[in-house]
């Protein structure tokens, strides 16, 4: 019995020494060399993504940019432009196939697309995209911005000065 304790006791100081470790070490990971004298940041992320698992996935990621550089006490200035196939995944009134093999990650989208209303985030689809994919414009969510153009949406952000983040 006493064995018993010793040991429980040893694996509950193992448990609080391995968390302050790992707290300790995910206070130093940061991006303090890349922020040095940022305050603002402006990016436009190019999003083309060929299904919408993956759009999903890295609609969350990009989220968690934007938190990273709030955390880290940088105003962002986010953009994100949608083109190509992508639109299908953006659509509330997706194709009933695409629907019944991606429900979860649609879902996901849609969320995404609100949190990053709220945020202020701005998100531009591309006509030219939403045209050759059949996707009718009414409906891309209202959060969201329809440009002519995704291309020339990318030039004109870069032009005032945000820096290009591709994804694809």
């Keep these: 019995m006493n064995n018993i304790l010793k040991l429980s006791q040893f694996s509950v100081l193992v448990f609080f020494i391995f968390i302050s470790i790992s707290t300790v070490q995910a206070e130093k990971i940061n991006d303090s060399a890349a922020l040095a004298g940022i305050n603002h940041a402006k990016s436009v992320f190019l999003i083309d993504f060929t299904n919408a698992k993956k759009t999903a996935f890295y609609l969350d990621i990009i989220r968690g940019t934007h938190q990273g550089l709030t955390r880290q006490n940088v105003k962002s200035d986010m953009v994100l432009v949608f083109i190509g196939k992508t639109v299908?995944?953006?659509?509330?009134?997706?194709?009933?196939?695409?629907?019944?093999?991606?429900d979860s990650e649609l879902a996901s989208i849609q969320h995404s697309i609100k949190e990053f209303a709220k945020l202020g985030v701005r998100m531009e689809v591309c006509a030219v995209a939403t045209k050759v994919f059949n996707v009718k414009n009414s409906s891309i969510p209202k959060?969201?911005?329809?440009?002519?153009?995704?291309?020339?949406?990318l030039i004109g952000w870069q032009t005032q000065g945000h820096k290009l983040v591709p994804i694809f």
Excluded at 89 to 94: K, M, Q, R, V
Excluded at 147 to 153: K, M
């Design 88 to 102: 299908q995944y953006l659509s509330t009134e997706p194709d009933d196939e695409l629907a019944m093999e991606y």
């Design 143 to 153: 959060e969201m911005n329809l440009v002519a153009d995704g291309f020339i949406s």
